[in-house]
């Protein structure tokens, strides 16, 4: 429970830098300094190893590289959730999946029911699926002890799923053209990487230069680089061979969270959330991308996880945290809609067109503004009825 709470605090002070570094891109790309913005983020960078040069834009190493120690964290925090922590137990793990899987499902049939007829937009079918763990939790946190701890703790496990899912999603559906060579050359790194965890080998050292060597052979072969983040985690030893030793999962884990939640997701806001108010029209507002996106995020979330955790309870396979109500529970459903970070990510991803980007970043944001507001103040209205 210290982690938790940790955890929670850490997460309620990254919201309001994510918040501010959204306002700061907005800003900055409607003023004068909109030609410097676009400088930065589209300025080339370079990495030289030995004969391998790879040179990209800054936003790409930001969606890919930074966002790639973003998946390790998610990784290392569902390891340790699931083997040692809330989700070890069969009976915690049933409702926080199976309400990620409706807050995936449902949002992502409305927003296919808008784009049906365009196969173009209908690539960001996953884009309302998804739910930012910092936005979200830091909603709840900024409530205070007024909520029931177990709550915070099913958002979280929720968002854990729903991250999960959302690097399968990505490892499936978002890939380039596929180079086979440097699929089969990320086989040694792997073979490394299990051999290191097999004989519980403690130096992070070694896990950091191999999956470093793994990051860069899923780069070039096509497949979203970000998977390699995730993959990396699930090998990072959970017991330390010393007694009373943190081990390394959790020291890494101490490491980069305060970079991700500080640095990293809010870095990733700046490059990502700039738009202009020229670019939004009535043509914008009634795009099927803007509305799919609005409406999956907005009703699609909070539907998929109550009616498919309503009948998980009814059906008796699981039964809602302790002192928890569904009133409780109505108002965290709504807040699994603030997408922002990770649907803009895979919003990216999904599209090239400027037209489609520009819609996309507006509707995840008008989305996930009305699930967070609506539904802080339904839980402060729940507050206030139970006083």
């Not at 080339?44 to 030995?50: A, D, E, F, Y």
Request: net charge positive; glycine share 6%; aromatic share 12%.
């Amino acid at each position: 429970m210290k982690f938790i709470r940790n955890f929670m605090r850490l997460e309620s002070s990254s919201a309001i830098i994510l918040g501010i570094c959204t306002i700061l891109a907005i800003l900055a790309k409607n003023s004068s300094f909109m030609n410097s913005y676009d400088t930065l983020v589209n300025y080339p960078v370079s990495l030289h190893i030995s004969q391998l040069s790879v040179t990209k834009p800054a936003l790409i190493w930001v969606n890919e590289l930074l966002m790639a120690v973003f998946f390790l964290v998610v990784g290392l925090e569902l390891k340790r959730e699931t083997l040692e922590g809330h989700l070890a137990s069969n009976k915690n793990r049933i409702l926080p999946a199976i309400a990620a899987l409706g807050g995936i499902i449902v949002p992502a049939t409305i927003y296919a029911v808008y784009n049906w007829d365009n196969p173009i937009t209908l690539k960001g079918w996953a884009v309302p699926a998804a739910t930012d763990i910092a936005f979200a939790i830091g909603i709840l946190s900024s409530l205070g002890k007024r909520l029931p701890p177990q709550l915070k703790i099913c958002l979280l496990s929720i968002a854990i799923f729903d991250d999960i899912v959302a690097v399968l999603i990505i490892a499936i559906f978002y890939t380039a053209n596929i180079s086979f060579y440097w699929l089969l050359l990320s086989i040694l790194p792997l073979l490394i990487l299990i051999t290191l965890n097999h004989f519980s080998v403690q130096r992070l050292s070694f896990y950091i230069i191999i999956g470093s060597f793994l990051w860069i052979c899923i780069l070039k072969s096509g497949v979203h680089a970000t998977i390699a983040g995730i993959v990396l985690a699930f090998f990072i030893p959970i017991h330390s061979k010393t007694a009373n030793k943190i081990s390394p999962l959790m020291t890494l884990e101490q490491i980069l969270h305060p970079w991700v939640s500080y640095f990293i997701l809010p870095t990733f806001a700046f490059f990502n959330a700039g738009i202009t108010v020229e670019e939004i029209s009535a043509r914008t507002l009634t795009h099927p991308v803007f509305l799919g996106i609005v409406t999956g995020l907005f009703l699609g979330k909070q539907l998929g996880v109550m009616l498919f955790s309503v009948s998980a309870v009814k059906l008796k396979w699981c039964s809602l945290p302790e002192n928890v109500t569904w009133l409780h529970y109505y108002g965290m459903a709504l807040i699994t809609g603030i997408g922002f970070t990770m649907s803009i990510f895979i919003g990216m991803l999904a599209f090239s067109h400027d037209e489609h980007l520009t819609v996309m970043r507006l509707g995840v944001m008008l989305g996930s503004l009305l699930s967070g507001v609506i539904g802080y103040i339904i839980l402060l209205g729940v507050i206030r009825w139970y006083r």
